[in-house]
């Protein structure tokens, strides 16, 4: 089983940024496909991006493309996501989502560990 513990979250205005760090721990960290999903209130849990084992392979939303960077730092065992240009509609609970076959996780279906969340908050 994989933990993964998230932080960062917060209060932004529009406009602004917030970087949130997700940190692994219980297995081989560069063998793990990783992500970030989001879920806001009376909202179903949604995909916002995800990197595979390598690092090679990044996938967006097309919500947050352009504006959102996700990223990975093995000898950290760390999943960042830099969030520029927020808006109020990126207000949620961000999870972080491990896959043990590698690949970057793209649906709730092929994630194999979450994270707790972390909220992030972003106003007009």
């Known amino acids: 089983q994989v933990q993964l513990v998230e932080s960062g979250g917060g209060l932004a205005q529009a406009g602004g940024s917030l970087r949130l760090s997700c940190v692994v721990s219980?297995?081989?960290?560069?063998?793990?496909?990783l992500g970030w999903f989001r879920q806001a209130p009376g909202k179903e849990r949604e995909f916002v991006a995800a990197?595979?084992?390598?690092?090679?392979?990044?996938t967006y939303a097309d919500s947050v493309k352009g504006r959102f960077t996700i990223s990975r730092d093995n000898a950290k065992s760390t999943v960042y996501l830099q969030m520029n240009s927020l808006k109020p509609e990126d207000t949620a609970v961000y999870y972080c989502?491990?896959?043990?076959?590698?690949?970057?996780?793209?649906?709730?279906?092929?994630?194999?560990?979450w994270g707790k969340g972390t909220l992030v908050t972003v106003s007009s």
């Open positions: 990197i595979s084992w390598s690092g090679g392979s990044t």
């Open positions: 219980g297995r081989t960290f560069g063998l793990l496909g």
């Open positions: 989502a491990a896959n043990l076959l590698g690949g970057p996780p793209t649906n709730p279906n092929g994630v194999d560990d």
